[in-house]
């Protein structure tokens, strides 16, 4: 049996995700946890862009800052390319068809599986500077991974993963969830902090004193 459960509520476009995403598989090694994935959808199209960021040149500008703050901190800065993003022919993108692939990923393999897809996009967003809104990104990543193509294609497209989407964000809802990452220890209630690995063990640590 796993020692904690942990809601992991992320976005494949969110860095400060990108970083933890990382930290949480040493510690969910280390812990034996139970990580639930979550997708948060931070803006769901072209329209919520605009409205969320402006024009799509104020988008990445102010985006790409955060990019910058969160490479600082990051374990493998390396892995976090603002000038192949600056330089990307296409707006800034939004993560529903990112979502979308994790889900159906989840749908095909379970909680491991969503993961895996997720860390590989966040790649391509992240390191590759690729289109994650295009669902041809979404869809090579899969063959990455050894999803067989067609049956990943039906899921990705099933009106049924855009429910599973859809019911993450009623369970953030319910939750309070507001921003990302989250991450919610279900025996405790508790909200891990974003830090670094040994703040996190630290957390973790705490948590299983008080769920014992």
Known sequence: MASLTVDFFHDVVCC???????RMRALDAEFDLDIQHRTFVLQASRAEMATRWGAPEDARATILGHWAACREVSDRPERVDIDAMRAAPFEYPH????A?????????????????MADRLQRAHLTEARNVADPATVLHAARDLGFESAAFADVFEDP????????DRQYARALQVRSIPT??????????????????????????????
Not at 103 to 112: C, F, N, V, Y
């Open 16 to 22: 400060w995700c990108f970083n933890i995403s990382s």
């Open 100 to 116: 979308l692939g994790c889900k159906a990923a989840e749908r095909l393999g379970g909680q491991a599986a969503h993961w895996d």
């Open 160 to 167: 049924a993963t855009r429910r599973a989407v859809e019911a």
């Open 183 to 212: 991450l919610i220890v279900r025996e405790t209630g508790s909200r891990l902090v974003n830090g670094p690995r040994e703040d996190l063990a630290a957390q973790l640590r705490a948590a299983l004193r008080l769920a014992a």
């Open 95 to 98: 993560g529903l068809t990112a």
